[in-house]
């Protein structure tokens, strides 16, 4: 993988090499509010909590606190990437204007919520 291709760093996995996933990219995307397939199909991957797998679209305030509802359903993802994913849903909470209660993604058998969700 080489995870740094657009801003010319290499940094290609080697054998020894931890495997991290790339830094927390969650974006703002422009359109929020309901998404059809064909709209989904055409987020980038930044719009994901889950990036690779492109799983729980962060577009706007709804979206979020469904991630974080499903955020224990996902499924076939590692530690890191779950972590990864949680960095995200609280990058799209701050932008969105929702108070976490959680700070973490690894309590286990809690689940996710907003203490004060945004109204919708």
Not at 80 to 101: S, T, V, Y
């Amino acid at each position: 993988m080489n995870w740094g291709a657009k801003s010319g760093r290499n940094l290609t996995r080697r054998p020894g090499d931890s495997v991290e996933p790339p830094p927390t990219a969650w974006k703002p995307h422009p359109r929020p509010g309901e998404l059809s397939s064909q709209d989904r199909d055409e987020l980038p991957d930044s719009a994901f909590a889950f990036a690779k797998q492109r799983k729980e679209p962060l577009t706007d305030a709804l979206h979020v606190k469904n991630a974080l509802a499903r955020f224990d359903q996902v499924k076939d993802v590692s530690d890191a990437e779950r972590d990864a994913a949680f960095k995200n849903i609280q990058a799209a909470a701050r932008h969105f204007g929702i108070d976490l209660a959680e700070t973490s993604g690894k309590e286990p058998g809690k689940p996710a919520h907003a203490k004060n969700p945004a109204r919708t």
